[in-house]
């Protein structure tokens, strides 16, 4: 089971923090990811990070404003994400990926979190 | 970056088969995965690395991987098939998971 939670609305320039917390699996065995969709729209990669936490990756458009980390004590992952601007509102989902980063279908995914930005 | 092209849309009657492409530079070289997304619902990967079926995934989801096009063929199409299909792969070169742009299926 994936449980998001942290979603809001939130300013123009501000900041949230998403929580995704795990069950079911061995959660330091997968890594794992963020994938958003406006409303209306397609999915877009957000960012992953490895099984170790020790690599990670990020689209683009969040680039130098989100961070993704993990935590094996809590069995969660994070997505830090600042600078917020009205193109991020869309629906964050949480999703497990394969042993080995970004080379295996995202097999298990959350319900997703909703992230209003607006004024 | 990479781009993955898909049709908007595909309709097909129910008992027929639906066809989706996902065309890309030499995608053949690259692993596709696809997903179905029901109204309102989170995704489901119902193929992974071009043909393999997860476990609870119907026979009648298949899908192969050449060229310039994979394409996810959905036989025996049932009403429950109705969903958005995206296809997906990993580009090396940007380190990116990257989506198609997503077909609407439309059971008739």
């Known amino acids: 089971q994936l449980v998001e939670s942290g979603g809001g609305l939130v300013q123009p320039g501000g900041s949230l923090r998403l929580s995704c917390a795990a069950s079911?699996?061995?959660?330091?065995?997968?890594?794992m990811t963020w994938v958003r969709q406006a409303p209306g729209r397609g999915l877009e990669w957000v960012s992953a990070?490895?099984?170790?936490?020790?690599?990670?990756y990020y689209a683009d458009s969040v680039k130098g404003r989100f961070t993704i980390s993990r935590d094996s004590s809590r069995n969660t992952v994070y997505l830090q994400m600042n600078s917020l601007r009205a193109e991020d509102t869309a629906i964050y989902y949480c999703?497990?990926?394969?042993?080995?980063?970004?080379?295996?279908?995202?097999?298990?995914w959350g319900q997703g979190t909703l992230v209003t930005v607006s004024s | 970056s990479y781009v993955l092209t898909q049709p908007p849309s595909v309709s097909v009657a129910p008992g027929k088969t639906a066809i989706i492409s996902c065309g890309g530079d030499?995608?053949?070289?690259?692993?596709v995965h696809w997903y179905q997304q029901r109204p309102g619902q989170a995704p489901v990967l119902v193929i992974f690395d071009d043909s393999d079926r997860p476990s609870g995934i119907p026979g009648r989801f298949s899908g192969s991987n050449s060229g310039n096009t994979a394409t996810l063929t959905i036989s025996r199409v049932e009403a429950g098939d109705e969903a958005d299909y995206y296809c997906q792969v990993w580009d090396r070169n940007s380190a990116h998971r990257v989506f198609g742009t997503g077909t609407k299926v439309t059971v008739l």
């Open positions: 079911g699996f061995t959660f330091n065995t997968y890594a």
């Open positions: 030499n995608i053949g070289i690259k692993t």
């Open positions: 999703a497990k990926e394969g042993e080995i980063i970004a080379m295996a279908g995202i097999d298990f």
């Open positions: 990070v490895s099984s170790s936490g020790g690599t990670r």
